[in-house]
């Protein structure tokens, strides 16, 4: 199933892992390994898919609400398909991502989490 998700003007989604790191979450029955989004709109201004690592490095005063780095701009029927974990299981620092503000129009994705087992 798709999440769908609706951002209006001033909204944004703070930096994130969509994976859930067992320190923090626990042990997990089914890991999320990727993540796809496909984008249902166009938007005016704002609203970028944004990953703040550029050339494997992040500012170390990175506070996980600045919309830095690398910037994938939504346009209606465009999709964005990143992995969340290595190889080996562990969590990809890279992968960390959030959505700028919307400054102008509307936002509408709908995301899905490609996982390593299926869910009960």
Known sequence: AYNVLRYE???????????FHPAEY???KSQRIASFLLYLSDVEEGGETMFPYENDNIDSNY???QC???KVKPRQGDGLLFYS???NGTIDPTSIHGSCPVI?????VATKWI???EQE
């Open 26 to 28: 626990g042990p997990q």
């Open 68 to 70: 830095i780095g690398l």
């Open 63 to 65: 506070d996980y609400v």
């Open 104 to 108: 102008k129009g509307e936002k509408w």
């Open 85 to 87: 974990l290595f190889s």
């Open 9 to 19: 003007v001033g909204q944004k989604y703070n930096s994130h892992y969509d994976a």
């Open 115 to 117: 996982r390593n087992e």
